[in-house]
């Protein structure tokens, strides 16, 4: 299995912007599809937004269509999000995961993951 470090994760207000990245290192050599999940204080884990090996497709939850964008950079075998307006609501540990290939349906589902990074936090004040 690959090893996931997520970073980026701070403190801001609202309106800023931020950009998380998650390096993979280990096991995955090929660009396997990855996603990006946050958990709030209280609630269970929730999808962000998924990308595909070659960056052609992507997918976001409808809490952050249009505020956010999922990227990566094979070269540096890193996926990117990056944050603009972020809400107080936005508040949550962030978490990067992969999979070996892009399926449109299983992609927002957290079990659909082989592989997870221990999360970075971003808090977001009013």
């Known amino acids: 299995q690959a090893q996931l470090l997520e970073s980026g994760g701070r403190l801001v207000q609202a309106g800023d912007s931020l950009r998380l990245s998650c390096a993979a290192s280990?096991?995955?050599?090929?660009?396997?599809?990855k996603g990006w999940f946050r958990q709030a204080p209280g609630k269970d884990r929730e999808f962000v937004a998924a990308i595909s090996g070659s960056g052609n497709f992507t997918i976001y939850s409808d809490s952050v269509k249009g505020r956010f964008t999922i990227s990566r950079d094979n070269a540096k075998n890193t996926v990117h999000l990056h944050m603009n307006n972020l809400k107080p609501e936005d508040t949550a540990i962030y978490y990067c995961?992969?999979?070996?290939?892009?399926?449109?349906?299983?992609?927002?589902?957290?079990?659909?993951?082989?592989?997870w990074g221990q999360g970075t936090q971003v808090t977001v004040s009013s």
């Open positions: 280990g096991r995955t050599f090929a660009p396997y599809a």
């Open positions: 995961a992969i999979r070996p290939t892009f399926v449109r349906a299983t992609m927002m589902h957290r079990t659909s993951y082989d592989s």
